[in-house]
């Protein structure tokens, strides 16, 4: 078996901000406080957040990387960075990717400030840093740097003007490429410091409620290597690539106008879709080559931002459980280049298109599910191809490419043709053994590669087969059933004998065991087509199925089959992926599953009066039309009520997200300032608003969903 490697998942908390107020619904816990000054202990760390429901339970999240928020640039760096720099100097693509919801720190990690650079900075000294130690090869850096801004991707090392939106291609054996993106070569520290200052200022940044300087744009840096043996003429290439990701979206907290919820819509999707793909690839849907190397999920502290911290988490959790082959980018530099088995890349059937982040972060091996969502883009051809490489335009930004034919620009002419004696090396320092692994486990990927294709195939033909087989057996049922009712004697009896009771017993066992299977099938299949449903329904009618499901799963776990409306609550998840509080009892449940304890759902509301929703509108914070919406709630809870209870309990401001115009007023004071300073009016109110459900609004809104969309589903 090839090497795997598991995704590696560090988590940061960051510090409190001025202004921020003090809670501990979100701490980072070491094993043993006591143990030693490190804010980072590997190895029994895990990240709190107190249960929304029940702040007497803690959700407990166990990562090998734990930092709170003490760590420091260098610690993050030393410990979960600076050992992928070897692997990139192997001919490995790594990437790192900064994650969370806005104003989490994300831009802090990658980036940082002059008196505490992040990771690039640092990772950038470092392969600076290796190339010299590398004095046997001839090594070149080169960058590329572009933003994805509302699915489209953008060159961020040319000026803005002369910036157009570049086009993301696949080229003709499936590999996603950017087209046109400017790779340069760097020669030192200050060289790239240039570069990349210049660049970062045409980033698409704007501000919200959260962070004056929010990224829009989701930013990638691509770091790679080529190196070249010149007594063994084989070129290396490895690739880092680091991202730091648009921050997740709260609406309601980051108050974003009309024009910057599109942006956020974007982001927010963009984002989503990367989480279904990770999903995906826990699911085995798609192809187990990895995206990443390393996921740093920042976090941001307080009870204003548990939700998102939950998200957040459970993103990579799931992210934790994805398996990583790493292949090795090596090629032949004589003149008739053939492709190093290594590097052979298997390639899938055609899949269907996706937004910019995930062409730009998959590396083609997607075979299906809902990896690609992008019209689907002309392939070049094979000669356009070799003139962008002869050109250094074609840019593959993250893949395990089939490396024959690419010359890197900034090798020397003569390096390039030079051709050394290949038997008296044993090329890029390896061990002779180093070299026979890494050729037995790029063997093994192509054979296991090629046999889940074969299974695969296999699997197909039996589908088939079944189906025809089904069909055959449905149609000769019919005939039968047409024969039984035209002489309903002519059914072929059983032989008389001692053995009758058993044949006809063996009979009804046959059929029963039939329709089982049949139904298994069927059952099988509508498991299959659920993904591709949701993704050919409209807005309104994925609600609605999610909503259903949602309805059923509630009334499972209320009977306490929590398998079940655990099963329920993910399929409404296929139909509504963005839906943070369902996100939240998905994690719930599956808590009190793994954990055997018991499920408490909250309460069914009592009918509203007329009345009631009267006094309600006339607080003008909800209108009757998404009131009756929130009857279909699938914890019980009024829409209305739920809406307000969860923004109380959050912190968050009640702020109809679709009316800029609507008043809005902030929760965070009243509970701040607590029950005391309230009129009695208040109180009663909010002690109405505070019951313990958490399925609210949320549970079943989009903030890109429009007015419409909110209407009742059943
Ligand atoms: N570890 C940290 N130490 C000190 N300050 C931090 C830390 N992390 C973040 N901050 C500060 O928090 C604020 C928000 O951080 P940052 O801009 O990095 O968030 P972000 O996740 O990139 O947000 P967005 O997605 O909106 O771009 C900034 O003022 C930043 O300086």
């Known amino acids: 078996m090839a090497a795997i490697h598991k995704v590696k998942i560090a988590a940061r908390l960051r510090p409190r901000l001025e202004g921020e107020l003090e809670d501990d619904s979100i701490q980072i816990v070491h094993p043993s406080s006591a143990s030693g000054g490190s804010s980072s202990f590997s190895g029994g760390s895990f990240i709190s957040v107190t249960n929304p429901r029940d702040p007497s339970q803690v959700f407990k999240f166990p990562f090998t990387s734990c930092y709170d928020q003490d760590s420091t640039q260098e610690e993050i760096f030393k410990n979960d960075v600076e050992p992928l720099i070897d692997v990139v100097y192997n001919g490995v693509t790594v990437t790192i990717f900064a994650y969370g919801v806005t104003s989490s720190g994300k831009t802090h990690t990658m980036q940082g400030t002059k008196s505490q650079p992040g990771v690039i900075p640092r990772v950038v000294r470092a392969m600076f840093e290796k190339k010299d130690a590398l004095h046997q090869f001839q090594t070149s850096l080169e960058i590329s740097y572009m933003e994805i801004y509302k699915d489209d991707v953008y060159d961020l090392l040319v000026t803005r003007e002369n910036a157009p939106k570049l086009p993301v291609r696949e080229n003709d054996s499936g590999m996603v490429f950017v087209a046109n ?63 730091d990701l648009a921050g997740s979206e709260n609406n309601k907290l980051t ?16 984002l989503s879709v ?13 192809g187990r080559r990895l995206i990443l190397g390393l996921l740093i999920c920042n976090l941001a502290p307080g009870m204003k931002f548990r939700q998102d911290t939950l998200n957040t988490l459970n993103f990579a959790v799931r992210t934790k459980n994805v398996e990583n082959r790493p292949v090795v980018n090596e090629r032949d530099n004589r003149p008739a280049p053939r492709p190093h088995f290594a590097a052979v890349s298997i390639q899938p059937p055609a899949a269907k298109p996706a937004p910019a982040i995930i ?96 299974l695969a195939e296999r699997e197909r033909q039996r589908a088939e087969e079944e189906e025809r087989r089904r069909a055959a057996a449905e149609s000769a049922k019919g005939q039968v059933a047409r ?30 065991l039939k329709n089982r299977l049949q139904e298994l099938e069927k059952k099988y299949e509508r498991g299959a087509k659920e993904t591709q449903l949701a993704d050919v329904l409209s807005p309104v009618s994925r609600k609605k199925t999610g909503r259903a499901y949602v309805a059923l799963a509630r009334a499972h776990s209320e009977k306490g089959d929590l398998q079940v409306a655990l099963d329920l609550y993910r399929k409404a998840e296929t139909y509504v992926p963005d839906n943070i509080k369902l996100k939240e009892r998905i994690i719930e449940i599956e808590w009190s599953v793994k954990n055997n304890k018991e499920y408490v759902p909250s309460p069914k509301p009592p009918k509203k009066h007329k009345s009631k929703k009267r006094s309600k509108s006339a607080l003008g914070q909800e209108n009757p039309e ?7 709630d699938s914890c ?29 007023r902030s929760f965070t004071d009243t509970e701040d300032r607590g029950d005391v300073l309230q009129t009695p009016q208040k109180r009663q109110k909010r002690t109405a608003f505070s019951s313990p459900a958490i399925d609210s609004d949320d549970e079943m809104a989009h903030p890109a969903l429009s007015k419409k969309d909110k209407r009742p589903v059943v």
């Open 359 to 454: 062409q730009a972060i998959s590396t083609a091996e997607s075979s299906s599910g809902p990896s690609r969502a992008r019209p689907s883009m002309v392939p070049i051809s094979r000669s356009q191809r070799m003139s962008s490489i002869g050109s250094g335009n074609l840019y593959q930004p993250f893949g395990l490419l089939s490396g024959a034919g690419r010359r890197p620009s900034a090798i020397p002419e003569k390096i390039q043709e030079s051709e050394g004696d290949r038997s008296g090396s044993l090329g890029f320092g390896m061990t002779e053994k180093e070299i026979d692994e890494r050729i037995s486990k790029a063997v093994e990927a192509a054979v296991e590669a090629e046999v889940t294709r074969r």
């Open 636 to 664: 019980g809870l009024s829409r209305g009520q739920s809406h307000l209870d969860s923004a109380a309990e959050f912190g968050t401001e009640v702020t109809n997200t679709e009316s800029p115009n609507k008043s809005k």
């Open 483 to 512: 024969s039984r009712s035209r002489s309903p004697t002519k059914e072929p009896s059983l032989p008389s004998g001692v053995l009758t009771p058993l044949l006809r017993r063996h009979k009804d066992l046959d059929n029963e």
């Open 255 to 270: 108050g974003n106008d009309p024009s910057r919820m599109a942006e956020s819509s974007a982001i927010n999707k963009s």
């Open 274 to 286: 990367l989480g279904q793909v990770v999903h995906a690839l826990n699911r085995g849907d798609v």
């Open 626 to 632: 998404t009131d009756d919406a929130m009857m279909v």
């Open 181 to 243: 993106l400017s790779k340069v070569p760097i020669s030192g520290v200050q060289d790239f410091d240039t570069l990349y200052n210049a660049a970062t200022k045409h980033r698409s940044v704007g501000a919200t409620n959260l962070n004056r300087a929010s990224s829009r744009s989701h930013a990638v840096l691509t770091i790679e290597a080529t190196m070249l043996d010149p007594v063994t003429n084989t070129i290396l290439t490895g690739k880092i690539n680091l991202v």
